[in-house]
Each structure stands twice: as C-alpha cells, then as structure tokens.
C-alpha cells in the first residue's frame, strides 16, 4: 500500500489521516472498515457516547427496525452474517446496537474511533488540498478525505410551541434518549407526535404510565409490522442462503427481499381484490409497499380502495368511533408520507387511561410549567416525550461548519436546498464525500448507503492509483444530478406533505431530498463514471494543481 499522506507529492505538511469519517453509524463504521481496508490511513470521529448513529441515539422502548434485520445488516463478511443470529425479523434497538459494537470488536476498528467528538469546524486548505477538522470537545485534526456519514435522521427537530421550555417536569426527544431507562410507572405522561417514532413508543408507554395523553398534529396510514421471532429453521435458511439473500440485497431496486406482485387491483374482482388486501395487511413491514397491487401507489382509484380497507380496520379495532376518525387520514394518500408500520398502535387507544388530543381541533397555545394548555384547557403532565421528528437530510451537513474551496460555507451553497452529484459530492468542496446524506436512494438505508460508501472508496483508490490527491465533481454533473432529482419528485409517490421535502421544518427550501431515481438511476450513473474514466470530476495533484479527467 502506498499512503497518501506523507511527501511524495510535495505537501509541505501532511495530513494527520488520509480520511476522516464523521459519524458511527452504519454508514460511517462501514466507511471506516473500507478506507482501512484499502490501505488508507482513517480515523471516526463521533458525537455521542457510542457507535450505532440511530441505534444509539433512538433507544426508547419499543424503537426498533422497519426493516427485516438480516436486510439490514452487513452484507460484506459472509462469516460476520452468519454469525450473528437475529432473535426478531425485526430486531429491537438493544440489540441493533449490540450488532453494531459487535461489528466495531470483531474487526479491530475500535482504536481508530474517537467518541464524544461533534465536529463543529471543518475547512478547506486550498495550498495543501486537506481538511481541517475541529471538535466541540476541542480535538482538532487534518484530513486529505473528509467523508460526512452523519445521517439523515441525525437532528431532532422541536416544534416552536410557546413556553417549550417552562415545562417543569421530565420532557425526553425520542431521537435523544437517554441511556438510563426512563421509569413511565404511575406518571402522567404527554406525548406530542404520531410519526414512526411516536407510534412505536405509544403502546409501551400506555402499559406503565398512569395516565397517557397522546397529541396528534397529522394521522398517518399505519399497518402492522407483523414482527416474530426467527425460528431455528429460517436461521438455518438464513445462513445457508447467504450468496442468494446478498445477490437480491445487492441489486434490487430497493433493498428488500420483497419482490414485486405482478397484478393490478383491476385484475382481480372485488372478493379476491379484499382477500389480497388482507394477505397484504398481514405482510411483513415494507411488502406492503413493494408486493402491494402494482397500481395501488400510482392510481388515484386503487389507492382509495386499499385507504378504505385500512380506514376499516381502524374502525374495527378501536372501539369509540370518533377517536376511530381522529386516527384515520384525510389529508394524503397511503405511500403519500413514508408509511409506520406499528405493533397494538391502534388498540392502545381501547385502554382506559389513554386519550387522544386532535391538534388540529385543539392546537397546542402554549406549554407552562405543569402541562400542556390547548384551545381546550390545561393538562398537568409530570412526563413529555417529544416524538417530532427530525431536520431531514441536510440537517446534520448543515451544521458541521463545513467551509469549501474560497470560503464558500455549505449552507451558503445549499440555501436553496442541496446540489450533489450522486448524493456524495458537491462542487466547492474538493475532497469533501457524504454517503448516506441527502440525494441518497430510497429504499431500505444500508443497502445504497452502502453503495456510496464502495464508491467513495474506490474513487479514493482510483486517485492513489494515478497519483492524484483531489477530487471535486464538475460543476455541470452537480447540476444534472440535481435536475434529475427535482424533475423525478413532481412524479414521485412522496407528497409535499411528507418530510422527504423538508416541510416539516419552518422555512426549510422545499426541495426533494432523496434520490427520485432511486437505486437504479445511482448504479447507471456509477457505471457511467467508472466507464469514462471519472468524467465527471476533476481531479487534481495539490501540489501543484495540475488537474486531469483520466
Ligand atoms: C427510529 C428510527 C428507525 C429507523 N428504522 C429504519 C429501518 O428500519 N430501516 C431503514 O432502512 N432505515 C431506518 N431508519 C433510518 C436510519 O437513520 C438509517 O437506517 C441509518 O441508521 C442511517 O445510518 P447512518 O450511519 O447513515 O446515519 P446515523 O445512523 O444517523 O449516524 C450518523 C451519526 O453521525 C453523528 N454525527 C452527526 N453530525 C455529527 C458531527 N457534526 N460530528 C460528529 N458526529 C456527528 C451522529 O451523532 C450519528 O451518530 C430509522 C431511523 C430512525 C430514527
């Protein structure tokens, strides 16, 4: 191997690593177990306390995945797969971050990991072609790779509700648990949210607290999980098909092992249509968007029918027919916002000590020092989880002081929402990667991210290889990447409504965050590149900042 740093290309002062990896989660500690692996000299510098990224940060009960577990773990250690046996199809975050600190052990990435690290500076040296990287615990360091894997779910987000912070009592944010167990028993306890995180913590709140008020702002279409644990028989599948399940991981459109039904509604008369809706309500997590009817997420009509069944179900569970209709959306279509998938969500609200708040009949006027006050009165809380949500996909960028070629800051060039090149670079910001952040995929996370995540490395390795020591797309491929994701989202299932563009933060651009080509269009485009030699970047030697497309 032949590091980068050190002064063969001329440098006056070498970079303390050759990449630096910001953020433990998933994304970040498999950037890390790359770049080491091909030879780079890396560090990951964290915020928290832990590694897992979501898994350590969302650990309030009942958070777990959406995604099969084995969908979701790593794919790039056939022993590492076989070897850990998940106990749910849909582990739970205690053990989700159990795998991940197994995953940091098992391959020695332990010493190269720096916690309690949030970066708050990172500039770019334009003489010496490195980034300079600073930390709110006062560490600093250089770096000539700088690769954001910071999330897209990594910022809370608190709504402005008036006197937020009078509240005297115990008030906890979801995606900022703490890691001491919060005891609900005999406490009257506010949630404000019904997003995936919300109806996740619902059900378990409402067994221990004395009293739950759930604040609802928007319903959302939720449908069972249909979680289980994995018998012996399907773990003993599970490992022996592991090149199969990896081969379907690694190219389908999605992510998923669900495949694609091969009907419409319109092909099936109105008993066989209720019968599929039935299979389909009791179908694994996100089959019900994938193996659904293959109309149900794009015709108005199908889409009506399959809302109606679910409306129907809703009504069959809960037992007061007005907090039936509170729950029931009226404002956007299944598939419109990323659908919960929930366990006893709606049968929660038969419990005697659970009530729910319409927000939308009685907002919330201001928060006090004992409760909640709404255009209906005052409710006296000792416990208020905020399950609100996050500052989606740019969020985390957005706040790292990340400044690029000529005292250009990211949100300076991001103001009008991002502009990226496969949803890894951004043209000002040479050597500069984000996998896992905005214009990423869609689809089950680890599986594009990952995809990123080979592509950042192989382009490091594509530079070394030829003696370069920069790179930075053009201009003009950041502007036909972006084009297609903002022409792709008119014609997205997604809605406005939905946070995928950002309108559930004030004053946020409202632009498409993810990528509207999805999977599919990243691998063509990733192909492209690698075909044309790196076209699309200019890449340079910083010493003397000869530059080249080959
Ligand atoms: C409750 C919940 C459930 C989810 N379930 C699923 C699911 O089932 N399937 C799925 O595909 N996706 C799911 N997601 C999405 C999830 O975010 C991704 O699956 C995945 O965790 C993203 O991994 P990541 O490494 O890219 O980012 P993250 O896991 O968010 O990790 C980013 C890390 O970067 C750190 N960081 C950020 N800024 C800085 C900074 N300035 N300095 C230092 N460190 C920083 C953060 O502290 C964080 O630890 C879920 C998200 C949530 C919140």
Same mark, same amino acid.
């Given at each position: 191997?032949?590091?980068?740093?050190?002064?063969?290309?001329?440098?006056?002062?070498?970079?303390? =690593?050759?990449?630096?990896?910001?953020?433990?989660?998933?994304?970040?500690?498999?950037?890390?177990?790359?770049?080491?692996?091909?030879?780079?000299?890396?560090?990951?510098?964290?915020?928290?306390?832990?590694?897992?990224?979501?898994?350590?940060?969302?650990?309030? !009960?009942?958070?777990?995945?959406?995604? %099969?577990?084995?969908?979701?773990?790593?794919?790039?250690?056939?022993?590492?797969?076989?070897?850990?046996? &998940?106990?749910?199809?849909?582990?739970?975050?205690?053990?989700?971050?159990?795998?991940?600190?197994?995953?940091?052990?098992?391959?020695?990435?332990?010493?190269?990991?720096? /916690?309690?690290?949030?970066?708050?500076?990172?500039?770019?040296?334009?003489?010496?072609?490195?980034?300079?990287?600073?930390?709110?615990?006062?560490?600093?360091?250089?770096?000539?790779?700088?690769?954001?894997?910071?999330?897209?779910?990594?910022?809370?987000?608190?709504? $402005? @509700?008036?006197?937020?912070?009078?509240?005297?009592?115990?008030?906890?944010?979801?995606?900022? &648990?703490?890691?001491?167990?919060?005891?609900?028993?005999?406490?009257?306890?506010?949630?404000?949210?019904?997003?995936?995180?919300?109806?996740? @913590?619902?059900?378990?709140?409402?067994?221990?607290?004395?009293?739950?008020?759930?604040?609802?702002?928007?319903?959302?279409?939720?449908?069972?999980?249909?979680?289980?644990?994995?018998?012996?028989?399907?773990?003993?599948?599970?490992?022996? %098909?592991?090149?199969?399940?990896?081969?379907?991981?690694?190219?389908?459109?999605?992510?998923?092992?669900?495949? !694609?039904?091969?009907?419409?509604?319109?092909?099936?008369?109105?008993?066989?249509?209720?019968?599929?809706?039935?299979?389909?309500?009791?179908?694994?997590?996100?089959?019900?968007?994938?193996?659904?009817?293959?109309?149900?997420?794009?015709?108005?009509?199908?889409?009506?029918? &399959?809302?109606?069944?679910?409306? $129907?179900?809703?009504?069959? @569970?809960?037992?007061?027919?007005?907090?039936?209709?509170?729950?029931?959306?009226? $404002?956007?279509?299944?598939?419109?916002?990323?659908?919960?998938?929930?366990?006893?969500?709606?049968?929660?609200?038969?419990?005697?000590?659970?009530?729910?708040?319409?927000?939308?009949?009685?907002?919330?006027? $201001?928060?006090?020092?004992?409760?909640?006050?709404?255009?209906?009165?005052?409710?006296?809380?000792? @416990? =208020?989880?905020?399950?609100?949500?996050?500052?989606?996909?740019?969020?985390?960028?957005?706040?790292?002081?990340?400044?690029?070629?000529?005292?250009?800051?990211?949100?300076?060039?991001?103001? %009008?929402?991002?502009?990226?090149?496969?949803?890894?670079?951004?043209?000002?910001?040479?050597?500069?990667?984000?996998?896992?952040?905005?214009?990423?995929?869609?689809?089950?996370?680890?599986?594009?991210?990952?995809?990123?995540?080979?592509?950042?490395?192989?382009?490091?390795?594509?530079?070394?290889?030829?003696?370069?020591?920069?790179? %930075?797309?053009?201009?003009?491929?950041?502007?036909?990447?972006?084009?297609?994701?903002?022409?792709?989202?008119?014609?997205?299932?997604?809605?406005?409504?939905?946070?995928?563009?950002?309108?559930?933060?004030?004053?946020?651009?409202?632009?498409?965050? /993810?990528?509207?080509?999805?999977?599919?269009?990243?691998?063509?485009?990733?192909?492209?590149?690698?075909?044309?030699?790196?076209?699309?970047?200019?890449?340079?030697?910083?010493?003397?900042?000869?530059?080249?497309?080959?």
């Amino acid at each position: 191997m032949t590091p980068l740093t050190g002064r063969a290309y001329g440098h006056p002062r070498p970079p303390d =690593v050759d990449v630096l990896v910001v953020g433990a989660g998933i994304t970040g500690i498999y950037q890390l177990y790359r770049a080491l692996e091909a030879g780079f000299s890396a560090e990951l510098w964290e915020a928290g306390g832990g590694v897992g990224g979501t898994w350590y940060w969302n650990r309030y !009960p009942g958070a777990r995945f959406d995604s %099969e577990s084995y969908t979701y773990a790593y794919l790039f250690s056939k022993e590492l797969f076989e070897e850990w046996s &998940w106990c749910e199809h849909f582990a739970e975050q205690p053990e989700i971050e159990r795998y991940l600190n197994h995953v940091v052990d098992r391959f020695d990435l332990d010493r190269h990991i720096h /916690l309690g690290a949030r970066v708050t500076a990172a500039t770019y040296d334009e003489p010496s072609g490195t980034w300079t990287l600073t930390a709110g615990d006062g560490s600093t360091t250089s770096a000539r790779f700088l690769v954001a894997a910071t999330g897209v779910l990594s910022v809370p987000y608190f709504p $402005d @509700i008036p006197g937020r912070h009078d509240f005297g009592g115990e008030s906890y944010h979801t995606g900022l &648990w703490p890691t001491t167990p919060v005891d609900f028993t005999g406490k009257r306890v506010a949630v404000i949210g019904t997003g995936s995180s919300g109806v996740q @913590i619902i059900p378990l709140i409402a067994e221990e607290a004395a009293s739950l008020t759930v604040y609802q702002r928007t319903p959302n279409w939720c449908t069972p999980l249909n979680n289980g644990p994995i018998t012996a028989a399907e773990q003993a599948h599970l490992q022996a %098909e592991f090149e199969a399940i990896k081969e379907i991981l690694d190219t389908s459109p999605a992510g998923f092992l669900h495949q !694609p039904h091969d009907r419409a509604s319109t092909d099936d008369p109105p008993a066989e249509r209720r019968a599929f809706f039935e299979k389909m309500w009791r179908s694994p997590g996100f089959s019900k968007l994938i193996s659904h009817y293959t109309d149900v997420l794009f015709d108005d009509r199908a889409n009506a029918q &399959w809302c109606e069944f679910i409306a $129907d179900k809703v009504r069959g @569970i809960v037992r007061d027919p007005a907090v039936a209709e509170k729950l029931i959306p009226k $404002d956007h279509r299944f598939g419109e916002k990323r659908p919960p998938f929930v366990t006893g969500y709606y049968e929660t609200y038969n419990k005697p000590n659970v009530s729910l708040v319409d927000l939308q009949e009685t907002p919330i006027v $201001d928060m006090t020092a004992a409760g909640i006050e709404t255009a209906d009165g005052v409710r006296e809380f000792d @416990i =208020v989880v905020w399950a609100t949500g996050f500052d989606f996909g740019t969020g985390a960028l957005l706040r790292m002081g990340i400044v690029g070629r000529g005292g250009l800051t990211l949100a300076e060039h991001w103001s %009008e929402g991002p502009r990226t090149f496969l949803g890894i670079q951004t043209a000002g910001f040479p050597n500069l990667f984000f996998p896992g952040g905005p214009h990423a995929a869609a689809g089950n996370n680890p599986r594009y991210n990952g995809d990123q995540v080979d592509f950042v490395t192989d382009t490091l390795v594509h530079l070394r290889d030829r003696g370069y020591d920069s790179v %930075e797309v053009e201009p003009t491929a950041e502007q036909r990447w972006t084009a297609m994701i903002d022409r792709g989202a008119a014609k997205s299932t997604f809605g406005e409504i939905s946070y995928y563009f950002g309108t559930n933060i004030p004053g946020k651009p409202k632009k498409y965050l /993810l990528n509207s080509g999805g999977r599919p269009k990243l691998f063509a485009m990733i192909d492209e590149v690698v075909a044309n030699g790196y076209k699309a970047f200019r890449l340079a030697r910083s010493a003397d900042s000869s530059t080249s497309s080959a």
